[in-house]
């Protein structure tokens, strides 16, 4: 039977409430920037949002409503120029303080550390949000807390596809069977599954509706003690078996 040794945490929606008031916000501020009349607005972005990865989603929004004749490399550099610019207002959000950690997120962080499990981040996001994420929320020195933070463009196919959590799993150098990943939308569980690990999801304003089956557990959030809802060491030992 396996021993549970690692979690393995999402970031958007997961670690952080990010994406509405955070990487919407940063996108329209980009593209305000660059003299763009395009604005995503909540219902939008929702909808996009079933495309992971900033730069794969601005493509899918070209290709959707704004369709160009060229697909030359001239749109490649306009869509990583755009996306620079909109990482760069997402760090500012971030740095500002503006996003703060989901609740419970870090309580079991330090929980987890106090039991000597390891801890690892599978996100699709750039990983300059993570660096400033945890600092602005955790201080610098969290980013020493995670044996791997395996994000963005490290893998060639994002989520739902499993690159991104097999590359957290081989450079922790443990199964899947061993550990546990934290998610929070139906791309992000495809994605833990498909690398073979059970799966809790915590679900928010954007993933409410999704399909999460074959998710160990799907609750509002990580909870508080004495709360409705606390996830801990405990009973994630409980229901991973
Ligand atoms: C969510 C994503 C990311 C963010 C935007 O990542 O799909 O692409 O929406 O971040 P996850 P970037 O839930 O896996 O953390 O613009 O940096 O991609
Ligand atoms: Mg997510």
Not at 134 to 141: D, M, N, Q, R
Not at 198 to 220: C, D, M, P, S, W
Request: net charge negative; glycine share 10%; hydrophobic share 40%.
């Amino acid at each position: 039977m396996p021993t549970l040794k690692a979690l393995i945490f999402d970031v958007d929606g997961t670690l952080s409430d990010t994406e509405r008031d955070g990487h919407r916000v940063a996108f329209n501020q980009a593209f305000r920037d660059m003299g763009l009349n395009w604005h995503w607005d909540v219902e939008t972005y929702g909808e996009l949002l079933e495309v992971t990865g900033g730069k794969e989603r601005i493509r899918h929004f070209i290709e959707r409503y704004q369709p160009v004749s060229d697909k030359s490399e001239e749109l490649e550099r306009f869509i990583l120029e755009l996306h620079k610019t909109k990482t760069r207002y997402f760090v500012g959000l971030l740095n500002s303080g503006a996003i703060p950690l989901r609740p419970g997120v870090e309580r079991l962080l330090n929980e987890a550390r106090a039991e000597g499990l390891r801890l690892a981040i599978a996100t699709t996001t750039t990983a300059e949000n993570i660096t400033a994420l945890l600092t602005a929320t955790l201080g610098k020195s969290s980013i020493g807390w995670f044996d791997v933070i395996a994000a963005g463009d490290v893998v060639p196919n994002k989520k739902p596809a499993p690159d991104i959590y097999i590359y957290a799993l081989q450079h922790m150098g443990l199964d899947a069977s061993e550990c546990i990943a934290i998610e929070d939308s139906e791309n992000g569980l495809a994605s833990a599954l498909g690398a073979g690990l059970k799966t809790i999801v915590t679900i928010n304003a954007y993933t409410r509706q999704q399909n999460f089956n074959g998710a160990l557990a799907v609750l509002e959030h990580l909870g508080q003690p004495g709360g409705e809802t606390c996830v801990d060491v405990s009973m994630i030992r409980r229901i991973f078996g």
